[in-house]
């Protein structure tokens, strides 16, 4: 006789695996159980470790992952038990795992509106395929006792349902009914007005008639209205001081959502994946105008949670506007307490379970069928990579869309998305989360890791926390970030386009070339240097930057300088240092063709400039000239100021994207032929502008080079932590 011990590791708890595994193996004896950051199984029966492995990877939950199977074969004389069976989980000080959340399945879907299930219009039903995780987990392994479900009591029902093998919510950790589930209340002036069922029913009523009410979903609270009506929306406006940065919506069905915008094969698998991010799509008429605010896009998402659901089950509502619910740069509203003393809207709608770690929802764009994440939250994470790092490694990125990772032996996790920590709150939300993720894996990093930039934030922390700190640069980070996601072995031309970050020189880079030759990351190449100055200021309203460009050009005459006299004279003698970055001269483009000015939200001159160009198909492009590796736009400028008064906008805007799309790709070219280099790594915020990185790609591919840029991980600032983890482990000259 046979037995085997065997070890899955991944996502293997809170999804199903264990009466997945009982019911493959009810025929044989042994046990299964949850161990502290995998399951563990042991088999007694005649078969093969080959076989084990197949049965198990083929025949896996939907929403599992398996990162690795280690078995151990022995010979038995008898069997040690009679039958197989679930053991009870094991406490062993090993790496724990957290699953992300998850939205609610088809199954639970169709036993809400079952009149005959007695989980009819139950607001917090879920099963082993579905539900919270991430938001309400408190310690590892994965059990009831470890979230905040711990407070509700099982009936009698549900506790036979939660030990029972064979059924679908055989130990769902969440697992509730209207009978002893956690409660819905309707809150108006600090006072419950309904509970239950009829507390989401005059929600929905309330909504219907053009309302806005605070609602609290798995990660946080959100400010929800329909999205057709135009005084709600401006309401939704002046409580966000957000007036032109769209808002994402929740769309009734799929199929109303297709009457709306255009979407792929591979868009409609994501939207309706139980990731359930905000899917980014091109609309197909303005219908939605008060919502998108000019975009082309709508950031669309399907409900998520039984309460969506319930929502437009009560409702002829087609689209809600769901929106963080928060003050402009400050972080989401999670806090039941802060939510009840929120004054902006009439109603309020809470629930009493808690929420342990604050979720955004997460944002995604496909571009050539691939994944370009812009947050990484609800959904994603806490993301899993089997990587294994000598020591342990604590990254905590960098200030702008902060993310953080923890390397622990053999495996990597990628935190959730945090706002900028330039605003107070959102810089004690980033301690927090770095508490929680070092609490909860119970490890004490050999190595911290942090950017390079002086006054980052994220980075003095680490220092003044932290003995053994190591600090690398920014870019480097990010084109790390991809030889990490891919896991590239060979040499490596890596292209990083972004804002802002501290060179290794002092100035301010982000427009950089480098090569990766396995031992070590050189920069090679890059934007040439422009001045910079006005600092953060030069950020929010680059006018000011157009202005000292031109100054910087000897072009004497342009409007810019009579509409704003005082910033033209201070360009004059103002402190100033350089800067190679590839946002800041999208920037100045947006200025110099009268598309904006200043920025109300990041980068908002530089998305409209992207919007502009999608009005045309000019296929020109302007000047600019290439020496030693060195890219210089300066004639790409001089041209937007000369040709702005006879060429369309909308073809200028495309005529300066074709500019840069041959630029970088004619210095790929140049030094990839230098270097025999065929592999290459794109990162960096300016490669979400999809005619960007579409372009390059698509001229890449064409002669034969190898592509790699982020697609589990953010292409912008929230994938700096997995690229310092890189660099950290591998020690190269940084």
């Known amino acids: 006789m046979k037995a085997f011990r065997i070890k899955v590791e991944g996502i293997v708890q809170s999804v199903g695996f264990r009466p997945f595994i009982y019911r493959l193996f009810k025929n044989c004896s042994g046990w299964v159980r949850n161990s502290s950051g995998y399951v563990e199984i042991y088999l007694e029966c005649q078969t093969s470790k080959e076989k084990i492995k197949k049965l198990i990877k083929t025949k896996k939950p939907a929403n599992s992952q398996i990162d690795s199977i280690h078995i151990e074969e022995f010979k038995i004389n008898k069997r040690a038990f009679d039958g197989f069976f679930i053991k009870t989980s094991s406490n062993k000080n090993t790496t724990p795992s957290i699953p992300p959340d998850l939205s609610i399945c088809d199954q639970c879907a169709k036993e809400l509106f079952d009149e005959k299930n007695r989980r009819f219009l139950h607001p917090f039903i879920n099963c082993t395929n579905c539900g919270a995780r991430f938001s309400i987990i408190t310690g590892a392994p994965y059990d009831r006792d470890k979230t905040t479900m711990r ?26 009914c209207n009978e002893c589930g956690p409660e819905y209340f309707l809150i108006n002036k600090k006072k419950i007005i309904a509970k239950g069922i009829e507390a989401i029913k005059k929600l929905s009523e309330f909504l219907t008639k053009g309302g806005i009410a605070l609602v609290k979903g798995i990660g946080g609270y959100h400010l929800y209205c329909d999205a057709f009506n135009e ?19 929740i769309v009734r069905d799929i199929n109303t959502l297709s009457d709306y915008c255009f979407m792929s094969t591979e868009e409609q698998k994501l939207i309706e994946s139980q990731i359930k991010p905000i899917v980014l799509l091109r609309l197909k008429s303005n219908k939605l105008q008060s919502a998108t605010m000019g975009s082309p896009y709508l950031g669309a998402m399907l409900p998520y949670t039984p309460l969506h659901l319930l929502i437009f089950h009560f ?34 709608l809470t629930n009493n379970r808690r929420i342990i770690r604050p979720l955004e929802d997460s944002i995604v764009k496909l571009v050539g069928n691939k994944k370009l994440i812009y947050r990484y939250a609800r959904g994603f994470a806490p993301g899993v990579y089997s ?10 990125g960098c200030d702008l869309k902060n993310n953080i990772a923890v390397s622990l032996k053999d495996k990597v996790v990628l935190s959730q998305y945090s706002g900028d920590l330039e605003e107070y709150e959102n810089y004690l939300r980033f301690k927090e989360k770095v508490d929680d993720f070092l609490n909860f894996f119970k490890v004490k990093p050999d190595i911290v890791v942090c950017d390079k930039h002086p006054n980052y934030l994220s980075s ?31 040499p490596c031309l890596g292209v990083v386009l972004d804002g802002t970050g501290f060179g290794d020189d002092a100035a ?45 050009l000897n072009i004497t005459n342009h409007p810019l300088f009579d509409k704003y006299p005082e910033i033209t004279k201070a360009a004059a003698f103002i402190e100033k240092t350089e800067t190679s970055s590839a946002g800041r001269l999208f920037d100045v483009a947006a200025v110099l063709l009268g598309i904006k000015e200043k920025n109300s939200y990041e980068a908002e001159a530089a998305v409209n400039l992207n919007y502009e160009a999608f009005r045309s198909h000019s296929k020109e492009k302007l000047s600019y000239t290439i020496k030693n590796n060195i890219v210089d736009f ?10 702005n008064k006879k060429t369309n906008r909308s073809d200028l805007a495309m005529m300066f994207h074709n500019t840069i799309i041959d630029a970088v790709f004619e210095n790929i070219l140049n030094i990839s032929h230098s270097n025999n280099i065929k592999n290459i790594a794109l990162s960096g915020g ?17 002669k034969g080079f190898d592509v790699y840029f982020n697609n589990t991980a953010p292409i912008n600032d929230g994938g700096i932590a997995l690229g310092q983890i890189w660099l950290a482990n591998s020690r190269l000259n940084i």
């Open 151 to 176: 407070y509700f009591t099982m009936c009698k029902i549900c506790n036979q349902e939660y030990n029972t093998p064979s059924d679908r919510r055989f130990h769902a950790q969440p697992i509730c």
């Open 231 to 249: 005084d709600a929306i401006e309401r939704v406006k002046q409580i966000k001081n957000r007036y032109s940065k769209p808002f994402a919506v």
């Open 315 to 348: 409702s002829k509502l087609k689209f809600l506007i769901a929106t963080s619910a928060n003050f402009t740069e400050k972080p989401l509203i999670y806090s039941d307490k802060d939510a009840v003393n929120f004054s902006e809207t009439d109603y309020v």
């Open 387 to 396: 990587r294994k790092t000598k020591p342990n490694i604590l990254a905590v």
């Open 460 to 490: 003095n922390y680490a220092i003044e926390n932290f003995e053994n700190t190591l600090q690398v640069q920014h870019h480097k980070a990010h084109f790390a970030s991809v030889l990490f996601e891919h896991q590239i072995k060979k």
């Open 508 to 552: 301010i880079w982000g427009g950089e070339f480098f090569i990766w030759d396995g031992k070590n990351i050189e920069r090679v190449g890059h934007l040439k240097y422009m001045p910079f100055a006005f600092s953060e200021k030069a950020v929010k309203e680059p006018f000011r930057l157009a202005i000292l460009w031109l100054k910087h």
């Open 634 to 643: 300066s004639p790409t400028i001089e041209q937007l100021v000369y040709l």
């Open 686 to 702: 300016v490669f979400q502008n999809e005619i960007i990185l579409s372009g390059i790609v698509s001229r890449l591919n064409k």
